[in-house]
């Protein structure tokens, strides 16, 4: 009998899979790594080869299997099961994933969906969001999006990009360029791919920071980690950039109450590992322009760690 889930999420380094039983209990896992440059014949025979490996480790065949959900890290369009674009792999393009699993794995349930939107929903239902009609959950890090609970359900939009937002445009044709093309975004002031241009940038300007030596001279290796370690010994350039993502975040906060009124915020995502400063940054980022004392904004960090892909892809199968 069909009865078991596997949830897939697709990360720029390494693809988690969860093996679920009909209670949606997490009973197996298997990880191996992302090759950055896999067509998509490639990365989907890599993925039925790990789903069989997950099942036959756990004493179960293909027989056993009711759904699949993958989470990618790429635009989808979730309702046409399509991978649209991806940026950390770049040959994974207009693939008809859903056909292709579909094909492969015959009467198995397939879904394609968003990573920050099943992680969103992850939080939602078995994390940090737990009790909320509403929720934004943000992803801080190589970029910044979002993914909305909306009366308890994921809000895609009309054409499933629903979250994008770390694309809004907050200082036009300002900036540093955005891997969307504009100058601007939100998110490359606060990203953890885009900050580190910032801090390479400060270095070619002359600025003096411990990060240069951290890295020997080697700017290609400026990353969120060395920023986070620059910043733990007191170091004033990262000190800077940890206030100007909570400068920024803490506008993309506000701008998205503004629109929702959706007042719980699950952060989770890289970047926290700046813990506590990170948030009283954003807070005092947001708190420069809101000023209603009465109606609270919560913060919230993201329980489920690195299950949250898996935990939200499982739940999005019936
Ligand atoms: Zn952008």
Redesign the pocket.
Known sequence: MRRLYIGIDVGGTKIAYGLFNENKELIGRHRTATDPQAYPDEFGHQLISDINALLVRNGFSLQDLKGVCIGMPSSVDFDNGIVLWTSNMTNIKQFHAREYFSNRLPGVEIIIDNDTNLAALAEHRRGAGRGYDHIIYTALSTGVGSGFIINNELFRGTYGGAGES??MIITPDEGIE???G?RG?I??YSSGSMVSKHVVNAILNGRKTMMYDMVEGDLSKINGEILNAAFRRGDDLAIEMLDQIGKYIGIYVYNLFMAFNINCYVFGGGLLNFGQPLFDSIRSGLNKYYRDAEHEIIFKMAELGNDAGIIGAVELLD
Request: net charge neutral.
């Open positions: 770390g694309h955005c891997g969307c504009n975004c998110m490359s």
